[in-house]
Each structure stands twice: as structure tokens, then as C-alpha cells.
């Protein structure tokens, strides 16, 4: 697993799906002083494509802090105004004795980018992030979706670049009930699940404000036979699939990924959640839940707590 730490991009291992309080813990990649992507590195991803691992994450060059001829263009204050994707590539058995090394950055048209993933589909790889309408737009931060010729090479054109996402529903938008709130109101953390059993092609990602109790997970749905970089064809469900349980004191769950038990027999999801929502960012800890799904396929998931949990079927 890889998670946010601001300087590195760093890669746990755990024997136990459940239990990453023992895990192990090694750097991947230290970035030089002076690059673009020398700080702030936020939320890398690994991936395994055609056999080569590939860790994406986004990063900035100034600590998230624009010079004052740069913020004045932002109609809000726009201290990730620099933030981009980046690429590293990595080969070996598995990821832990992978040797990974700088690959270059990732496209996205000189404009803001975060949460950048890998979607794979019959029709080709595609890129999907947290992006902005303009190059200083600030706020709110939507889905955008680009075609890739390869894992760090975006074949499409500023021109085709879709949208495919906006914060439209009160939950994507952070607080509730303010006038005029796109300030705040997110759309990010974009993660593909699949259905198995059905083939059906899901994009699940995180709405709201990341660091506030009301960070949770919204739905989208490709059409079958859909085209990725169609924004007709992706359906947004109403309401959120999975938000705070104040019940069990679990709050600003989001930024999901999605794996199978051992014997293949279970579906999990692994989440980030705060147990204490005044604190933000600093009271966030990796939690892992099974799901199931719904007699239309769509994913079931569970309401958010602190187990604990029994361990995955095979593990």
C-alpha cells in the first residue's frame, strides 16, 4: 500500500489485510531538492501494467505556495495552483524489491492536477484526476479524463480532454447549505472497480472537503459498451455510497481502493477515515471493510467503523 506523505512516496507491506498498524515500511522514491515535483507529494498509486510497475502521484514545487503574481489570477486563494502528475516506473518480482526511478511527468495541459489514476478499458488506458476548468479556476474540483499511449504518455489534445464529473449534489460541496459554495466543493480521488460478475465498469471517488467529517464516496457508472471519454456516458448516482457513521464516531472516509481476498472468493475496500474530525488531515488511519454487492451490481458497501474485522478468506 502507498499513502500521503508529503515527502516521499513510501510503500507499506502487512501480513494482515486488517492490520496496518504492524506493517512494514520502505521508501520507494526520494525526489532531489529544486524539481517541480520535489514537494508535497500526495497520494501515490501503484499500479502493474503489461507486467512493469508504475506509481503515479502528484506533487508541486513550492510547498503549495504561489508566489503573490501567480495566487492574484485565482478568483480564491489557489495554493495547489502547481500541483501536477508525475510517473515513476519500477521492475522486478513485486513491488517491495522493485528498483523504481523518476519516469517524467504526466500531462495534464499545464493545469492543476491531483488524485491521478489508471482506468483500464477495452478501448485503451486512460488517465482520470482531480482537475480544474482553467489554469486558475481554484475551485471546484472536478473529474477530467485524457486517453494515454502508454502509462506516461497522454495521446490526447487539450481539445479532448473531457470532464466527465462536477460537484452537482449538496454532498459534493463543503459545508452544506452555503449560498454560493463551489469554494471547497470537490470532486478527486478517482479509483476504478469493476464488477466481476457482470463486467459493469465503476469509477468510485471521494467528494467534499478531504480534511472534514463530511468526506465520503460518490458513484459513478460507465453505460455497458460505453466510451470512457464520453461524459454521456457515465451516470452519477444521487446519493453518496458511503459517508460518516457518527454512530461509531467514523468521519471523512474517502479515498478508497479496492482489492480481492486471497482465495478471490471476497471483495474489500481500504479507505482512509478520522475517528476525531476536528483535527483533519493528522487524525486520518487506513481502514479495510468487506463489501458485497446489490442485485444491480452496484457495490454494497458497508457503514464505516473500527472493527475489528476478520481477516480475509485465504489470508
Not at 500531462?107 to 491521478?116: L, M, V
Not at 472537503?209 to 456516458?233: A, F, H, I, K, V
Not at 458485497?292 to 485465504?314: A, I, L, Q, V
Request: charged residues 15%; glycine residues 6%; contains cysteine.
Amino acid at each position: 500500500m502507498t499513502y500521503t506523505t508529503n515527502d516521499d512516496v513510501t510503500l507499506l507491506r502487512s501480513q494482515v489485510l486488517t492490520d496496518w498498524n504492524s506493517a512494514e515500511s520502505k521508501a520507494l522514491f526520494t525526489p532531489p531538492p529544486g524539481m517541480n515535483y520535489s514537494t508535497d507529494l500526495w497520494a501515490p498509486e501503484l499500479h502493474q501494467l503489461n507486467g512493469t510497475w508504475y506509481v503515479i502521484f502528484t506533487a508541486d514545487p513550492r510547498n503549495d505556495s504561489p508566489s503573490p503574481e501567480v495566487d492574484m489570477y485565482c478568483p480564491y486563494n489557489c495554493p495547489a495552483v502547481h500541483h501536477r502528475m508525475y510517473v515513476l516506473e519500477g521492475h522486478g518480482s513485486d513491488p517491495w524489491s522493485a528498483n523504481f526511478a523518476y519516469k517524467t511527468q504526466l500531462d495534464t495541459y499545464h493545469q492543476f492536477a491531483i488524485d491521478g489514476t489508471y482506468f483500464q478499458h477495452t478501448s485503451g488506458l486512460y488517465h482520470i484526476y482531480s482537475c480544474w476548468t482553467t489554469q486558475y479556476a481554484a475551485w471546484p474540483a472536478n473529474l477530467c479524463i485524457a486517453k494515454l499511449e502508454n502509462p506516461w504518455t497522454v495521446a490526447s489534445p487539450f481539445s479532448e480532454r473531457q470532464i466527465i464529473s462536477v460537484p452537482s449534489f449538496p454532498w459534493e460541496k463543503t459545508p452544506y447549505g452555503r449560498a454560493e459554495n463551489d469554494r471547497l466543493s470537490s470532486n478527486e480521488g478517482p479509483q476504478q472497480l469493476t464488477n466481476s460478475r457482470t463486467g459493469q465498469q465503476f469509477l468510485i471517488y471521494s467528494a467534499a472537503r478531504s480534511d472534514n467529517r463530511n468526506y465520503c464516496l460518490g458513484l459513478l457508472e460507465l453505460t455497458p459498451g460505453g466510451d470512457p471519454m464520453n461524459p454521456s456516458d457515465w451516470r452519477k448516482h444521487q446519493y453518496p455510497v458511503f459517508y460518516q457513521n457518527p454512530a461509531e464516531s467514523a468521519y471523512g472516509v474517502g479515498h478508497a481502493s479496492f482489492v480481492s481476498s486471497p482465495d478471490g472468493t471476497e471483495d474489500w475496500i481500504v479507505y482512509h477515515g478520522m475517528q476525531d474530525p476536528t483535527n483533519g488531515w493528522s487524525a486520518r488511519t487506513i481502514r479495510t471493510q468487506k463489501f458485497t454487492w446489490n442485485d444491480d451490481g452496484t457495490p454494497n458497501f458497508p457503514k464505516p467503523g473500527y472493527g475489528p474485522y476478520e481477516t480475509p478468506s485465504g489470508q
